[in-house]
Structures are given as structure tokens and as C-alpha cells.
């Protein structure tokens, strides 16, 4: 596709439930990064890939997170036992590669509501 | 540690007043700063970096480095404007590609 594609667009679960959030990067683009938006907060980053390494997965809040990255391509962010402060916008974003001064493109995000 | 500030959580202005949001950062190297906005129901897009020295949309952004600051100018607002503005960092010299957000300013431009 021409942009970031995230999904679901909206995802509403349970508290303790586990939930699983996809990215698909624009095409080419071997660096992606994942990102969170809590209410009332500015954007705080979760963890980067460069192909299907995580160099830099510093931003993850907890050991419940984690993400995989598969054929360089669509990456995954799981939430294990999820808790009401995991509810944000979960955004996703990719750049050409590692090159540094190549701007992220972001996707919509995934809004995540935990009951 | 990488920091972005932005003191405004609303910024009010009349058409055809100039715009300034205002944006300082905390890093010890060397930064590249950026300004992304999100206008209502879009996604958020990058509107213009320090390395490009460039105007876009009419917007312009200086990066100071004495006074540690990166704030978006505009000389005439218009009603288009309105957003959401988010000044964000990337540590060139070791903090790798990530990029630290300030928690944004909602600019309304009110006719």
C-alpha cells in the first residue's frame, strides 16, 4: 500500500486478556518503530527495528510487551495480561532504513481500550 | 537522557495573527528536531525538519542551539491550520533512531 497500515483500528478487551497489534510498514522500508499515546501524553517510543532486529527496545514498559518482525516486513506488538493503563493509541512507523535523516511515516494507530 | 517541552497544551489565535509554538529540548549531543502536526480525523505526518531549512504551509522553524529551542513560526495564521502540533527530537550522536515527542500543542485558529 502507499502508507502504514495498521490493525485493528480499534481493539476493546478484557483486563488479563492478551492482544496482539500489526503493522505493515510501506514497502522497502527496513526501519520500523512502534510508539504509544496515552491520554493527555505526547508520543513515547517502544521499541525500533532495523530489518528483524530490535536494536533498541528500551521503550518497552514491562516484560507483558514484546514485538517480533518477520521477513524485514509486517511486525506484531503483543500485550500479555493486559492492564487498564496499557489503554492508548498504539502507532506504528517506518523509514527508508539507516540512513539517519530519513523522516518516520506514521499509520493511524491501533486504539486500545482495556475494560 | 533526551527531552521535549512544549508549555502550551492550547494555543488560540485569530485568522491572519502570527503563530508561534513554542518548543525547547534537553540533549547533550548533537539533535535533529522535527515538527509533525495532526490535523482532526488524519494521521500524523511530518511537517517540516531543522536540516531542511524549508517552509512549508507558510510554517517556518529555527533550531537555536544556545537557547535550546525549535519553535514553529507562522506570520499570518489561517483557518487550516488548526491542528495538533507535536515538536519532536532525535539524538544524532548515540541515541539511536528513535524519536522523543513533546506532549503537543492544539493550535485553534478561530475566524
Known amino acids: 500500500g502507499a502508507g502504514v497500515s495498521q490493525s485493528p483500528s480499534n481493539k476493546v478487551t478484557e483486563k488479563g486478556k492478551d492482544v496482539e497489534l500489526r503493522c505493515d510498514p510501506i514497502?522497502?522500508?527496513?526501519?520500523l518503530y512502534w510508539y504509544r499515546q496515552s491520554l493527555g501524553q505526547g508520543l513515547e517510543f517502544l521499541i525500533y527495528f532495523q530489518g528483524n532486529s530490535a536494536p533498541d527496545k528500551s521503550g518497552l514498559p514491562s516484560d507483558r510487551f514484546s514485538a517480533e518482525r518477520t521477513g524485514g516486513s509486517v511486525s506484531t506488538l503483543t500485550i500479555q495480561r493486559t492492564q487498564q493503563e496499557d489503554s492508548a493509541v498504539y502507532l506504528c512507523a517506518s523509514s527508508p532504513g539507516q540512513v539517519s535523516n530519513q523522516p518516520q511515516h506514521f499509520g493511524d494507530g491501533t486504539r486500545l481500550s482495556i475494560l | 537522557a533526551q527531552r521535549v517541552t512544549q508549555p502550551e497544551k492550547l494555543l488560540s489565535v485569530f485568522k491572519g495573527a502570527p503563530v508561534e509554538l513554542k518548543c525547547n529540548y534537553s540533549y547533550s549531543g548533537s539533535p535533529e528536531l522535527f515538527w509533525y502536526v495532526q490535523y482532526s480525523r488524519q494521521r500524523l505526518q511530518l511537517l517540516l525538519r531543522h536540516i531542511s531549512r524549508e517552509s512549508i504551509k507558510g510554517f517556518t522553524a529555527d533550531l537555536n542551539k544556545g537557547e535550546t529551542s525549535f519553535h514553529l513560526k507562522k506570520p499570518f495564521a489561517q483557518e487550516e491550520d488548526s491542528a495538533m502540533y507535536y515538536c519532536?527530537?532525535?539524538?544524532?550522536?548515540?541515541?539511536?533512531?528513535?524519536?522523543?515527542f513533546g506532549t503537543g500543542t492544539q493550535l485553534k485558529v478561530e475566524l
Open positions: 519532536a527530537l532525535r539524538g544524532v550522536t548515540g541515541g539511536g533512531n528513535k524519536l522523543t
Open positions: 514497502s522497502g522500508h527496513t526501519a
